[in-house]
């Protein structure tokens, strides 16, 4: 099922000299790039990085490309002055559901890594050859990753790459001069590895124009590794010149000391899609969250494991109809996709998640009949049903929490054992780091559920 690396599909790119000046070349299509910038080799898991040879103070400008040089998908409404074979590649584009755009832009980037004199050649040739997304994992890693939303997510994209390979096999057909590919086939290998190349580093810049909306690659400021403290970003140049040369450049947000690495945030990105679409995690990712299917039956099942009996409300798998109306009301009451309810992230319990367990816990409507959606989703005293209600949510949102960590098959102190182990394959370590750093997150949110409780039991404590 996973995708092999991209080996057999040759491009024209492998014919440049291995190692590119990416700065001159930047510098040579009319970009800047600050002298004391360099390309280095991290020695850490991130790769390749950017750093600062010298000191540099925060607001220096430190890369800007023109706009000749971001690789963009396309655009099909100028059809006119396309090649052919990249009309081609629009139509087919059109074929790949919308969620997989980095497919889209990736079959630019095969187009150009087929063609002879691409003007892209320089930076193609210097793009890594292998990934770590999982969806080259072997199949013990996939399931190694042991968490449901993922590992279906890596077989759907690796399914579709099998599919979408077969399915292009059929321009074989087609006359070299319009096929996108120069008569190559390209197979779920290549796709795979063009897929990865545009996921992990392609960036969707959302500037005062709406020229920049649609997702780029950017040559050598994707060399940027990612932090949620980055000390620079990237910003639309408004100060162009005559010739409307520059495009977007990278400023520093603090000042820089010799030696830094130059970050950029990526985005508010779980640790779900860091690992799916960059191939890496985040230790204590802030906006990381365990994704579960709400339902009345696994909520049943929570209440139990807390040990808390029914009182007068109905089982949670078939609640009165006052309470189904509410349920409703929050999406929560029918089967669906909008059942997708969350722990962890700055909240820390999904808003829906804790107003359904504030209804089903209540005994009559009569508490909730003045109580606004809004307010029954958000934490705080104002927003409690009664101190008894609120005790009882606690306890089942931690029965929640214990079924979830209960689910993975290997504790905390196996898997730190496993990531001791120096011999590990780096994929390996990946899916292990994963599923730790997900049940790290249920311990956090454990013990702060917890907390809420012993505050609760304390204020309750000195109105008795
Ligand atoms: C936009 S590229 C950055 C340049 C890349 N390091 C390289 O070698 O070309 C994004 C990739 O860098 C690596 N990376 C970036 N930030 C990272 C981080 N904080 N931790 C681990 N790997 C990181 C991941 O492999 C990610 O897919």
Redesign the pocket.
């Known amino acids: 099922m996973p995708v092999h690396g991209a080996r057999r599909w040759s491009s024209a790119a492998s014919a440049v000299a291995a190692s590119v000046d990416l700065r001159g070349w930047v510098k040579n299509q009319g970009g800047f790039v600050w002298s004391g910038l360099h390309v280095v080799h991290s020695g850490s898991?991130?790769?390749?990085?950017l750093v600062a040879t010298q000191d540099l103070p925060q607001g220096s400008t430190i890369i800007t490309l023109p706009r000749r040089i971001p690789m963009p998908m396309p655009d099909p409404e100028n059809a006119a002055v396309l090649a052919p074979s990249e009309g081609v590649i629009c139509e087919i584009a059109n074929r790949v559901p919308e969620e997989l755009w980095a497919m889209r832009l990736g079959l630019k980037l095969l187009y150009e890594r087929a063609q002879k004199g691409s003007y892209w050649w320089p930076y193609i040739s210097m793009l890594?050859h292998s990934f770590?997304l999982p969806i080259f994992f072997s199949g013990v890693d996939i399931e190694s990753i042991d968490y449901a939303p993922v590992t279906h997510q890596v077989k759907k994209r690796c399914r579709f790459l099998l599919q979408f390979s077969s399915e292009l096999a059929k321009l074989e057909s087609l006359p070299e001069e319009i096929h996108p590919f120069a008569g190559q086939f390209v197979d779920s290998g290549a796709l795979g590895w063009a897929m990865a190349a545009v996921s992990?580093?392609a960036f969707r810049i959302h500037g005062v124009t709406n020229k920049l909306c649609s997702a780029m690659m950017l040559p050598l400021i994707?060399?940027?590794?990612?932090?949620f403290q980055p000390n620079a970003h990237i910003e639309e140049d408004l100060s162009r010149d005559a010739q409307d040369v520059s495009f977007l450049k990278v400023v520093t947000k603090r000042n820089l000391e010799k030696g830094s690495a130059i970050t950029l945030n990526y985005g508010p990105l779980s640790n779900d899609l860091l690992l799916l679409d960059?191939?890496?995690v985040?230790p204590d990712n802030p906006h990381d969250r365990i994704e579960l299917r709400y339902d009345g039956s696994l909520m049943e099942n929570a209440r139990m494991i807390a040990g808390l009996s029914r009182t007068g409300s109905p089982p949670f798998s078939s609640p009165a109809s006052w309470q189904v109306d509410r349920l409703k009301q929050l999406g929560l009451a029918d089967s669906g996709e909008s059942q997708k309810v969350t722990l962890g992230g700055p909240e820390e319990v999904d808003g829906r998640l804790l107003a359904a367990l504030r209804i089903l816990h209540a005994e009559s409507q009569e508490p909730l009949e003045r109580r606004e959606l809004v307010s029954l989703q958000a934490w705080g005293v104002e927003s409690m049903v009664s101190s008894d209600n609120e005790e009882r949510v606690l306890r089942t949102l931690c029965g929640l929490g214990a079924i979830v960590f209960n689910q993975f098959k290997t504790t905390i102190e196996e898997d730190e054992a496993k990531l001791s182990d120096k011999s590990l394959a780096e994929t390996s370590r990946i899916a292990v780091q994963f599923r730790l750093t997900k049940k790290r997150l249920v311990v956090r949110v454990l013990e702060s559920l917890k907390k809420r409780l012993m505050d609760l039991r304390a204020v309750r404590a000195e109105f008795q």
Do not use: E
């Open positions: 898991s991130h790769g390749m990085g890594p770590t992990s580093r994707d060399m940027c590794n990612h932090s960059y191939g890496f985040i």
